[in-house]
């Protein structure tokens, strides 16, 4: 995944600019960078890896040292950025989130159209950002550009592009992720996280609707391109990697996560001691249903923050299980010979939370019930990069299925998709079972989607059910 934040100002802009870059730092764990624009001294631009120490601590020296009145900010999982375009547009910085499918198909059109060649490589692969910046270098202008390179994208792409005139904020073609905009005396920023720039001043201005392109400038925001009529928002942003002060699309996150825990009890008939959250993305959803059950509310083991204050995780499987049960810290006389059940905001691969559940029993629990607060994951996703993971087979869901389609079964998905059927029941027995949890139970699609409260058509649930868009 990965955050940006950016800020047009009257005055230097950096303070802002890194405060604000680095409230995304739980969008991502392996890159970060800043670029300004000083009309004295024109662009400048710092990026860093901070898998192994925190945003501020690894630009703490640039702060001080970098100067301009316009800046762009990003923390990402994957590519290194901003980075520094020189076209014949002019000197640009650019930042991207989002997820290109068709990569070397892009590729090998830019090669077939004219020479150009790439300097950023990030894994041995090509540079998203970079891609994304020659694709925009093929046309006339800007914001023609922009349009062109949403349009050839296979998956998603929001940007953010600083010129010596102002910052272009562009949202993908069908809003899969948020642009917000906030506004204080003599400054405008624009934010991936609505939160990020509270604390700096800022107040809400607007969000930017999907496809929306805007310039941004110390006097306003300017509309370049009227956003589309059709939205295909994340739902799993509310789910999960959304902060808890965020909203998007005027939903508050904390609130959705509320109302999944209260529609997860409503549905429920587990008596368990008590209710608890993994944390941290899932004590708003244990909140809710505590308070709608009216079985207690309890921490029986805490995240340990002092040395892990970050979601960094090693590449290997085995150490990322490892690393996060040791993050977790057992509260002995809340879990001995108790009945707790348990709500996560997703169970992907299943192996964390299975390690989770051994340790409690380990620790004296009688019984552990498992509530995600999402359906069963059965398909990848293609529109944001969430993950590298490699195929679906990955998730449980799927591997489940593959067992039953190895003894000689029939799958078809529709069937496993939907939570009244017998299929679903058994697949959901298996996983159950085959992560030692006392009990299983889902929220439903139906019932996450009125969590959000918004119009199911506008809202992209194709990581449960499959439904393209």
Same mark, same amino acid.
């Given at each position: ?5 950016? $800020? #047009? !100002?009257?005055? *230097?802009?950096?303070?802002? @600019?890194?405060? /604000?870059?680095? =409230? ?107 891609? $994304? #910046? !020659?694709?925009? *270098?093929?046309?006339?202008? @800007?914001?023609? /550009?922009?349009? =062109? ?321």
């Amino acid at each position: 995944m990965g955050g940006f934040f950016g $800020v #047009a !100002s009257k005055d *230097d802009c950096v303070f802002d @600019l890194y405060f /604000g870059t680095d =409230y995304h730092s739980h969008l991502g764990t392996r890159r970060a960078g800043m670029a300004v624009y000083d009309k004295k001294e024109g662009f400048d631009r710092a990026i860093h890896n901070i898998e192994n120490a925190p945003f501020r601590t690894k630009f703490d020296k640039e702060v001080s040292q970098m100067h301009g009145s316009l800046g762009i900010g990003s923390i990402s999982d994957f590519e290194p950025q901003p980075l520094i375009i020189r076209s014949h547009h002019g000197p640009y910085a650019i930042v991207t989130v989002g997820r290109i499918n068709n990569v070397d198909k892009l590729v090998e059109d830019l090669f077939s159209s004219g020479h150009t060649h790439f300097m950023e490589m990030s894994g041995g692969d090509i540079n998203a950002t970079e891609l $994304v #910046a !020659s694709i925009i *270098d093929q046309k006339d202008n @800007l914001v023609e /550009g922009i349009q =062109y390179a949403q349009s050839v994208i296979e998956g998603s792409m929001t940007m953010m592009i600083l010129t010596p005139k102002g910052i272009y904020a562009a949202r993908d073609a069908l809003g899969r992720t948020p642009v917000s905009i906030g506004r204080k005396e003599g400054a405008y920023c624009v934010s991936f996280e609505s939160f990020a720039y509270l604390n700096l001043g800022y107040v809400a201005d607007r969000e930017l609707g999907p496809g929306e392109i805007a310039v941004v400038t110390p006097e306003g925001v300017h509309t370049l391109v009227q956003p589309g009529k059709n939205m295909k928002i994340c739902a799993f942003l509310w789910v999960y990697y959304g902060y808890p002060s965020s909203s998007y699309e005027g939903i508050s996150v904390e609130k959705m996560r509320y109302n999944c825990g209260t529609l997860l009890a409503e549905r429920d008939d587990a008596r368990p001691d008590i209710v608890a959250g993994v944390p941290d993305s899932g004590i708003a959803h244990a909140i809710g249903y505590a308070n709608r059950s009216g079985i207690p509310f309890s921490r029986p083991f805490i995240k340990y923050t002092p040395t892990w204050p970050r979601s960094f995780m090693p590449t290997i499987q085995t150490k990322r299980d490892l690393i996060a049960r040791m993050k977790l810290i057992p509260v002995q006389d809340l879990i001995q010979d108790k009945s707790l059940l348990l709500i996560d905001d997703s169970i992907v691969r299943g192996t964390q939370l299975r390690e989770t559940t051994k340790f409690l029993y380990q620790s004296g629990a009688r019984e552990v019930h498992i509530r995600p607060a999402c359906p069963p994951l059965l398909f990848g996703c293609k529109y944001l990069n969430f993950s590298r993971s490699a195929s679906e087979m990955d998730l449980i869901a799927r591997r489940v299925m593959k067992e039953m389609e190895q003894e000689g079964r029939k799958i078809d998905l529709k069937y496993y998709v939907d939570p009244d059927t017998a299929e679903y029941k058994e697949m959901i027995e298996r996983i159950g079972k085959k992560l030692n949890f006392t009990s299983l139970r889902y929220h439903r699609l139906d019932d996450m989607i009125a969590s959000i409260g918004i119009d199911r058509d506008k809202v992209c649930t194709y990581c449960w059910d499959g439904a393209e868009g």
